[in-house]
C-alpha cells in the first residue's frame, strides 16, 4: 500500500526529517514524515495501519501532494495476497487435471505432497519467527523524571553490546543540585545509547535502545527454522544484510549531520537565562524549526533566535539546541565572571607561576559534586541572610536517648540526637509557618508549604548532599531515625534518585561530633532557612533553685535565615523554641 503526501497548501514541500524506518509496524494517523516549506512545517500523518516495507523519499527532498512517501504492508494486502495465490493455483491444478493424463495424476499427487509438505515446514516455522521478534524487540526507553528541567550527562556507564539488568545504574546525570544515577528500565541487551558525555538532556528525552532479554534464544530458533528451509531460504542472510545497510541509510537521513553543531551564536548571559514558555513563543514568529525543535526549545527555556542552524537553509534541529546549550554553560564555567551576579565582583586569580613570591603550587580538580554545587551556592550571595545562634539544654533528652537506643539497636537502627532534633524542628515549623515558605519572584507574597520536607545535609567523600525526608510532621521518632540511615547510606553510596532530592522546604545541617561551638549554615534557596547544628558539651548552668552552678549537655543551634521574609525577633522565638522542644520532648505531645 502507497503512503502518498495529502495536500500540503503549498505546491511543493522539503523533507526535513523522516521519523520511521524501514521495518517498524505504525498504526493509523502515526507521524512518518516531517515536511517543511516557507511558510509552515507539517507532521504528515499515516493513512493507515501497517509494516513499513519502502521509504520512497529522503531527507532533502521535494515533494508535492499525491507523491508516495512510503510503502505499507497491511494485514489487508496480505490477505488478499494469500487469497490471489490460493485462487491462482486452484486454477493451475484444474487445467493440469484437464490436460494430463493418469500418469501425470500420480506426478500431480506427489508434487502436491511435496508442496503441503513444504507449506507446513513453513508454517511450523513461522510462530518460532514471531515468539523471536516479540521476545528480542528492540525497545527506545527515555529518561525519568530528574527532578530539574535539565542537566549533563556526566558519565555513562554501560557500553553498545553490554548486557544490563533492570535498575542497573547505566548513565550519571548531574544537575547544579545533585549527581543522580539512572537505572537501567528493563533487562536485556544495549543496542545503541543515544546521548554522550557532556550533553544536556531533559525529561523524557530519549537516551538509550535496549533489546529486551531472549534475544539470543530467538536468534537460534531463527537459525534452526533456517537450517530446516530450502536452498531459496540461504539467500535470506544476504537479504538481511541489505535491510541493514537500507536501515542504516534511512537513519543517517532522518537523523541529519548538523554542519555546524559545535558552533553558537548566544552571548553568554542571555543564554544563561532561561526564559519562559511565552518568550520563548514569541521568538519563533520567523524561525525555521520543525514542531519537535520548537517543543523542545520551550522545554529548556532557550532563546532560539539566538541558535545557528545548521541544516539545509539554516534550519534548526535538536542537535543545534543540545550545543547551544552545551557551549553556553562552557563558557560559563570558563568565565565565572559572566556566569553569575554572585560572582561579576571577583577579579581574576593572579599569575602565581612565580615560585618566589607565592612558593610552589599544586592544581587539584574539584569532584563532580562540588562543580555542580558552585552555581547553587552562588545564589546564597544574593540573599540577605542573618545567623541567630543559642543554646539547648538536652541533659534529659540525652538521658531518654540512652534508655531507648539498646531497643533501636537491636533493630538494626541507628538513634542518635539528629531524631530528636529532626522532630522538634518539624513541629516547630508547624507552629511558625513562615519558616516552612517561599518568597514569590515578584517579592510581593510567600508561599506557605503544607507539608515538612525536611532535606538532611550529609558528608560525602565528592562532597555536601542534601537528600529529603517528605512528610515529617507525620512521623514519630523510629521512623525519622530509619530513613535518616537509609538515606545517609545512599548518599555515600552514590544511589540516591531524583526523588530523594528534590521538594524541600526546611534543612538540617549537622556536624555532629566534629567539634566546633557555631557556624553559619548557607540558606539553600529557595528556601527561607536552615537549621545548625554543633556537637553538644557539658557547661555548667545556674541553677537558681539551689543557688549553685550544675554541669548540663548542651546543644549549640544556628539558625540561619533570609531577612527579606523573616524578621530578627521572629528568628530568636523560633530558635528559642526548638531549644525548648529538645530540652522537654513532651511539649510536642501537648
Do not use: C
Amino acid at each position: 500500500m502507497d503512503i502518498k503526501a495529502p495536500d500540503l497548501g503549498v505546491d511543493s514541500a522539503e523533507v526535513s526529517e523522516i521519523m520511521v524506518e524501514v521495518g517498524d509496524v505504525i498504526a493509523k494517523d502515526d507521524n512518518i514524515i516531517l515536511l517543511e516549506s516557507d511558510k509552515a512545517s507539517v507532521e504528515v500523518p499515516s493513512s493507515a495501519a501497517g509494516k513499513v516495507t519502502k521509504i520512497s523519499v529522503a531527507v532533502g527532498d521535494q515533494v508535492s501532494e499525491g507523491m508516495v512517501l512510503i510503502e505499507l504492508e497491511s494485514e489487508a494486502d496480505a490477505d488478499s495476497q494469500n487469497d490471489s495465490q490460493s485462487n491462482d493455483k486452484q486454477s493451475a491444478e484444474k487445467e493440469s487435471t484437464d490436460k494430463q493424463n493418469a500418469a501425470q495424476d500420480s506426478q500431480q499427487a506427489e508434487k502436491q505432497n511435496d508442496t503441503d509438505a513444504n507449506a507446513a515446514e513453513a508454517n511450523t516455522s513461522q510462530p518460532a519467527k514471531q515468539a523471536g521478534a516479540e521476545i528480542g524487540k528492540a525497545t527506545t526507553h527515555a529518561l525519568p523524571d530528574l527532578g530539574v528541567d535539565e542537566a549533563q550527562v556526566a558519565e555513562i556507564m554501560v557500553s553498545v553490546g553490554d548486557i544490563v539488568t533492570a535498575d542497573q545504574s547505566i548513565l550519571l546525570i548531574e544537575s547544579d543540585k545533585a549527581s543522580v544515577e539512572v537505572p537501567a528500565p528493563e533487562t536485556g541487551k544495549v543496542e545503541k545509547i543515544l546521548v554522550q558525555a557532556g550533553d544536556m538532556v531533559a525529561n523524557g528525552q530519549d537516551f538509550i535502545v535496549i533489546i529486551g532479554e531472549g534475544a539470543d534464544s530467538a536468534s537460534n530458533n531463527a537459525s534452526e527454522s533456517k537450517a530446516d528451509t530450502s536452498e531459496t531460504q540461504v539467500s535470506k542472510p544476504a537479504e538481511s544484510d541489505k535491510k541493514a545497510d537500507l536501515d542504516q541509510k534511512v537513519n543517517k537521513q532522518t537523523t541529519g549531520e548538523p554542519k555546524q553543531a559545535a558552533k553558537s551564536t548566544a552571548n553568554t548571559s542571555t543564554a544563561n537565562a532561561k526564559l519562559t514558555e511565552s518568550q520563548v513563543n514569541e521568538k519563533m514568529v520567523d524561525i525555521y524549526a520543525g514542531p519537535a525543535v520548537r517543543k523542545l526549545a520551550r522545554q529548556l527555556g532557550v532563546d532560539i533566535t539566538k541558535v545557528k542552524g545548521s541544516a539545509l537553509n539554516d534550519r534548526i534541529l535538536k542537535e543545534d539546541l543540545f550545543a547551544h546549550v552545551k557551549d553556553s554553560l562552557s563558557k560559563q564555567k570558563a568565565a565565572p565572571a559572566s556566569g553569575s551576579m554572585a560572582s561579576s565582583s571577583l577579579p581574576s586569580l593572579p599569575d602565581m607561576s612565580n615560585s618566589e613570591i607565592w612558593g610552589e603550587t599544586e592544581v587539584q580538580d574539584l569532584s563532580r559534586l562540588q562543580k555542580v554545587s558552585i552555581p547553587q551556592l552562588n545564589y546564597n550571595t544574593l540573599l540577605p541572610q542573618v545567623t541567630q545562634f543559642d543554646l539547648s539544654d538536652i541533659t534529659d533528652t540525652e538521658k531518654l536517648r540512652g534508655e531507648l537506643k539498646g531497643a533501636m539497636k537491636a533493630e538494626g537502627i541507628g538513634f542518635t540526637i539528629l531524631a530528636f532534633v529532626v522532630k522538634a524542628t518539624a513541629y516547630a515549623l508547624t507552629q511558625h509557618p513562615r519558616f516552612n515558605s517561599h518568597l514569590s519572584d515578584d517579592n510581593t507574597q510567600i508561599i506557605l508549604r503544607k507539608s515538612v520536607n525536611m532535606g538532611i545535609a550529609v558528608a560525602t567523600d565528592d562532597g555536601l548532599i542534601v537528600p529529603v525526608i517528605k512528610n515529617v510532621q507525620d512521623k514519630g521518632l523510629k521512623q525519622i531515625a530509619i530513613e535518616i540511615g537509609e538515606l545517609a547510606v545512599k548518599a555515600r553510596d552514590k544511589k540516591l534518585t531524583a526523588k530523594d532530592l528534590q521538594g524541600a522546604s526546611f534543612t538540617i545541617s549537622s556536624q555532629g561530633n566534629l567539634g566546633g561551638t557555631a557556624f553559619t549554615p548557607l540558606v539553600n534557596w529557595p528556601q527561607v532557612g536552615i537549621l545548625g547544628v554543633s556537637e553538644a558539651s557539658m557547661q555548667p548552668r545556674w541553677n537558681a533553685s539551689k543557688q549553685s552552678f550544675e554541669p548540663r549537655l548542651m546543644l549549640p543551634l544556628s539558625l540561619s535565615y533570609d531577612h527579606r521574609v523573616i524578621n530578627g525577633a521572629d528568628a530568636a522565638v523560633f530558635t528559642r523554641y526548638i531549644a525548648s522542644l529538645l530540652a522537654d520532648p513532651r511539649r510536642i505531645l501537648l
